[in-house]
């Protein structure tokens, strides 16, 4: 599992930030891409990394701003135009499905996959299956605004086949037995409690992205404890009025939510074009004091989200 | 005047193409800029050109491919977010108002100018004044698709006051009058016709800019006698029935309209991203056979439109 920040800056682009889109690559897990929004620019943005655009499999949208939607039909046109034909899934706000479908229509363009649109009305699940979970919980922006917690299912323990070797345990379907935790007698009389011979579960992953938003209680809430959690910092530290007028968040806001929620890992982006290079490692610098796993994310910057084990 | 090409590709961007846009700066003319079309990332470009989005007075759409589009929502947040204040216009088929409506709705984008659109239902003449006249005619792209002829006034002659003053006519409101061609008689009796003394006439400049289309009589109608026209050719050559199968133009076919216009130079653009960079050139060296002031353009290309005098 690794992210991959496609644009990182706010509002509008600047010659060394575009719009936001982060791609979620969950290739080992599902082959599969998902894209977390998809600022104007985004195709463009992916043409110069590894992404296939028919691995993409789900896009969710925090929030309906121009600089959070605008690259979604190019990006669905550019799909269909390298032979994505696999179905794509859509999540966001209400208006969503109104706005691609408008613009696919008056552009005439006709993809060769279908798009299933899931519009929230209301926090909670938006998908589940025996993977992965994703729910949402709505922010404070002004415009209806998501945060999305992924959440991918805990990995059972290995069976212990070394040890019951040494215990000369005879392989075969006895194995799958015991790997299901069942309780066995084997030719020789003795019990075997599978129990006894699986490894630690591990615990699955968990990724928490925010859409823009000022500080709220849901940040927290859908943060707990999460391996990584990617939080807007449009504004800096000397800007919490601005920032708060503006329904956006500085990057002590972001730090602090990383504190507060016991994550391992702040991801700080969607930061003003008036920060340039140098002052946006003041966000980071100040952002380190509150929380030090915090790291301020440019353009195409790829993290591994590792398992703990 | 100057035309400055901000995306070259066809329909889908590459890593050295962007979509279709093109900048008529009339900074001289009349202090503003003319956008031809606005794919996906137009915005972007010009952030790295010396075109300031509040300069741009008005827009004119080919028609409505994604690849000509996808861009205006972005350009026209920016162009407010920029500081623009003065009233936009844009012009193009219809359809255009109600894809730009809709995504500045759904996104709560609020321009702080007004946008006039004028949808285009007939060929003729879509805007003049006492500089400028455009008009525009259907081309054959499938979807509706349009030319755009844009015809500078001429430029009237000087008034040759060094002849005048050679002849003892004393300087002052006199020649005003000698100057709108009126004739006068002088103090000491000579009768002085000011046509005599008038400088030629330069002709406006005529720039032809046509959307995407195949061989088609109004293409050589639009084009007639311009200094410049801009001209598709996705394809090479060798692919004249598949540029025909999907309504598109060879630099071959390009190459005729322009010879059998008239005009003075021929930019080839719309290049499909199978002609990489060394490929491209080809289509420049096949268009140079039958019209030799053809140039192939890039991304960023620039070039100065210079009255014939
Ligand atoms: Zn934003
Ligand atoms: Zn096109």
Chains 1, 2 share one sequence.
Not at 4 to 24: D, E, K, W, Y
């Amino acid at each position: 599992m690794k992210i991959q920040f496609l644009g990182t800056g706010a509002g509008v682009p600047s010659t060394s930030r575009n719009l936001s889109s982060i791609a979620l690559k969950l290739l080992d897990e599902r082959n599969a891409i998902w894209l977390f929004d998809c600022g104007e620019g985004t195709q463009q943005r992916v043409l110069k990394t590894t992404i296939r655009p028919r691995k993409v499999e789900k896009i969710f949208i925090t929030h309906l701003h121009g600089d959070h939607i605008f690259g979604l039909p190019g990006f669905l046109s550019s799909r269909a135009f390298q032979g994505g034909n696999t179905p794509l899934n859509i999540y966001g706000p209400v208006g969503i499905k109104e706005f691609v479908l408008t613009s696919l229509r008056i552009s005439q363009s006709h993809l060769r996959y279908p798009i299933f649109f899931h519009e929230i009305t209301e926090d909670g699940v938006v998908f589940e299956d025996e993977q992965f979970r994703v729910s949402c919980a709505k922010l404070n922006h002004g415009i209806a605004s998501y945060g999305y917690r992924v959440e991918e299912a805990d990995y059972p323990g290995e069976l212990q086949a070394d040890k019951l070797k040494e215990m000369d345990v005879p392989a075969g379907p006895l194995y799958g037995k015991l790997k299901n935790g069942e309780t066995v007698v084997l030719p020789d009389g003795r019990t075997i409690d599978g129990l006894d011979f699986i490894g630690k579960t591990t615990k699955g992953r968990i990724v928490t992205i925010l859409g823009d938003t000022r500080r709220t209680k849901n940040t927290v809430v859908l943060a707990k404890n999460a391996d990584v959690l990617v939080h807007e910092s449009t504004f800096g530290k000397e800007d919490q009025a601005i920032a708060s007028d503006y329904f956006h968040s500085t990057c002590i806001d972001a730090a602090k939510v990383a504190k507060e929620a016991n994550v391992k890992q702040l991801y700080l982006t969607h930061i003003s074009a008036r920060y340039l290079n140098g002052n946006a490692n003041q966000l980071q610098r100040d952002a380190r004091k509150v929380f030090p796993d915090t790291k301020l994310v440019n353009d195409y910057d790829e993290f591994e989200i590792a398992l703990t084990k």
